[in-house]
């Protein structure tokens, strides 16, 4: 019996795909040595030991064969140039930086994948009908100066020049962070790319739907739109013996059943989440009612209109807690982001090239931001997501992907960029 054609590529993309994988890890094994503190991996903004992770992806990219550079901002670009002067340019990018206890393949995947990707076109000579910048951006987390998408966000034309006044905690600002690694932060504005062909990130999920659902990738349909706010609840404190249960305006108790309401209507939702991460009681003492407490609540969803109703929800319950409880709650709307659509042209492309190198295709939303969210508007954007071990935890040294996993992510970025042709 002979093999198909399919078959046989599915096979040759598999043993490609080993090989890939191997070289993702090792690289980002290297990647992890730099970090600033000794017990853990934590790599922000223009430290030490981002420019030297910086340093090391510009010179592994020239290894390559591309024409790397560092931009004013921070981002490492290799640049794999068409035959044709004219043509567009496609983005594949994603973050080098961490945040402060990380894992070692948030963001740095998609930028290794995108490596090793590259260097085996160069090595086979291969010229593509379009400009391919593999992007490693400087900055995604905000964990520095607390403002995210600093790399993507200066190549989507969308950096703030306000953003340079931000001050990290021993009060150096942005401005002179970018300066001190040698950078001009009035070149920032030069740094938009126009007319591009598109956008394409590989990333770990983050997440255990890929997990549960036993393969290794998944095609993003969209990311999740957010709304972030500051919550302060006022109640009356007491003494903690002395005041009657019915007498009393609990501060925390409210914000106890806030939690649970907003705990029971996204489950009642597939595709919603939400989180009070925060919570401080002001003054709190174990013999007192607490007074004010003050918590954080996070409310994300995989279309518009889930995200809206959730939010409507909330809110009207808060104002139902502050009746029947006799509390004063104050809401600050801290950020909103919209739900971004990936490209449907981008979803048919990464599917066919999944199913061209044997893997069931898989479709899902990504509760996290990425950097593709800075080029919605701008161009056309898809993400991959990779499977994610140990549960899908990220943001954690417990990170992990499975070799086979990257190198299947790799071969299967390869086969876009021989396809995206269709695109052009």
């Not at 939690?259 to 709190?284: K, Y």
């Not at 390869?414 to 695109?423: F, I, Q, S, V």
Request: hydrophobic share 45%; with cysteine.
């Amino acid at each position: 019996m002979t093999d198909t054609a399919s078959t046989i590529q599915a096979r040759a993309a598999g043993q490609h795909g080993a090989g890939f994988g191997r070289r993702i890890l090792a690289l980002a094994d290297e990647l992890a040595t730099w970090s600033e503190a000794p017990d853990r991996l934590a790599c922000t903004y223009l430290t030490s030991a981002h420019r030297s992770v910086a340093a090391q992806l510009h010179a592994w990219m020239q290894a390559a064969g591309l024409d790397a550079s560092i931009d004013a901002v921070g981002n490492v670009v290799g640049r794999y140039a068409s035959a044709h002067p004219g043509a567009r340019t496609l983005i594949v990018g994603s973050h080098y930086d961490t945040v402060r206890n990380a894992g070692k393949y948030d963001g740095r995947l998609g930028i290794l994948a995108g490596l090793v990707v590259l260097e085996a076109l160069v090595k086979a000579g291969e010229a593509l009908p379009f400009h391919v910048e593999l992007i490693a951006f400087a900055e995604e987390e905000g964990v520095r100066f607390g403002t995210a998408y600093l790399g993507s966000g200066a190549i989507a034309g969308r950096f703030d020049p306000q953003w340079l006044d931000r001050r990290d905690e021993t009060g150096v600002t942005i401005a002179e962070a970018i300066r001190s690694a040698g950078h001009d932060p009035a070149d920032i504005a030069m740094l938009a790319r126009r007319d591009l062909l598109g956008y394409l990130e590989v990333h770990i999920e983050q997440g255990p739907v890929l997990l549960d659902s036993g393969l290794p990738l998944g095609v993003v349909t969209a990311i999740a739109g957010a709304a972030r706010y500051r919550v302060t609840i006022r109640g009356v404190g007491g003494h903690a013996g002395t005041v009657p249960m019915a007498a009393r305006h609990d501060a925390f108790a409210a914000a106890a059943e806030l939690a649970l309401a907003l705990e029971q209507r996204c489950r009642q939702t597939p595709g919603v989440v939400g989180t009070i991460g925060q919570i401080a009681v002001t003054d709190g003492a174990a013999n007192v009612i607490p007074g004010q407490c003050e918590l954080s609540l996070d409310i994300r969803a995989d279309h518009g209109g889930k995200l809206d109703a959730a939010i409507g929800y909330v809110l009207a319950k808060i104002r139902q807690i502050e009746v029947s409880r006799g509390v004063a709650i104050d809401v600050r709307d801290l950020h909103r982001t919209p739900v971004i659509p990936c490209a449907p042209r981008m979803q048919r492309l990464l599917a066919g090239s999944i199913e061209r190198v044997g893997a069931a295709v898989c479709h899902l939303p990504s509760g996290a931001g990425h950097d593709a969210a800075m080029f919605h508007g701008v161009t056309e954007i898809g993400m991959l997501f990779v499977r994610c071990g140990n549960g899908g935890v990220s943001h954690s040294p417990l990170e992990i992907v499975a070799e086979e996993d990257a190198g299947l992510a790799a071969a299967v970025l390869l086969d876009a960029l021989k396809n995206l042709h269709d695109a052009v």
